[in-house]
């Protein structure tokens, strides 16, 4: 009888130490985020900042995406909405804004910044035009750390200009 009660808690110590042990935890994705602060660029020309002037105003709605882990690091894949509204003072059908995408650690220092330019195409009886862009975006990782700290923010790339604006 003793020797069946120590085969049985042996094997349920083994049965869970295959259960418990199999189990990784679950590592977290970073936070993809548009600065709100840059989420808006209008485009005035070289004129005052009126509504006049406007050539162009362009808007980041929302990114989505998920995250992938390798022994090497975690990818990144999101795409990033955005759209745009004709102004009065557009000539033709294309308007374009640069934007980037950064990749910022625990201590808000930005490690990576990429520039990219969205480039809208106005449809003749529309004046709001859509760009997704989807992005791929690699950060490197020791074996088994986490991407919780790191968050990958994007926002349009003002001017001086356009930055005061903003401050008004």
Not at 41 to 47: C, M, P
Not at 55 to 75: F, I, L, N, P, R
Not at 82 to 94: C, E, H, T, V, Y
Not at 114 to 121: G, H, K, N
């Amino acid at each position: 009888m003793k020797r069946a009660f120590w085969t049985m808690l042996l094997a349920s110590f083994a049965l869970t130490a295959c259960a418990t042990g199999a189990e990784k935890p679950k590592r977290i994705c970073p936070q993809v985020a548009i600065v709100r602060a840059l989420e808006k660029a209008a485009d005035f020309g070289q004129e005052a900042a009126d509504p006049a002037n406007l050539v162009s105003v362009a808007v980041m709605q929302k990114v989505e995406g998920t995250c992938d882990y390798s022994d090497k690091g975690v990818t990144v894949d999101f795409t990033l909405k955005m759209f745009a509204q004709k102004g009065p003072r557009l000539g033709g059908d294309r308007a374009s804004f640069p934007f980037f995408a950064s990749i910022v650690d625990a201590a808000d220092k930005v490690k990576a910044k990429e520039l990219m330019t969205a480039e809208f195409t106005f449809s003749s009886d529309k004046n709001v035009a859509e760009y997704n862009q989807p992005l791929r975006i690699f950060i490197p990782l020791a074996v088994d750390e986490d991407a919780s700290t790191i968050r990958v923010l994007t926002g349009f790339q003002l001017t001086e200009a356009q930055l005061k604006a903003v401050g008004k």
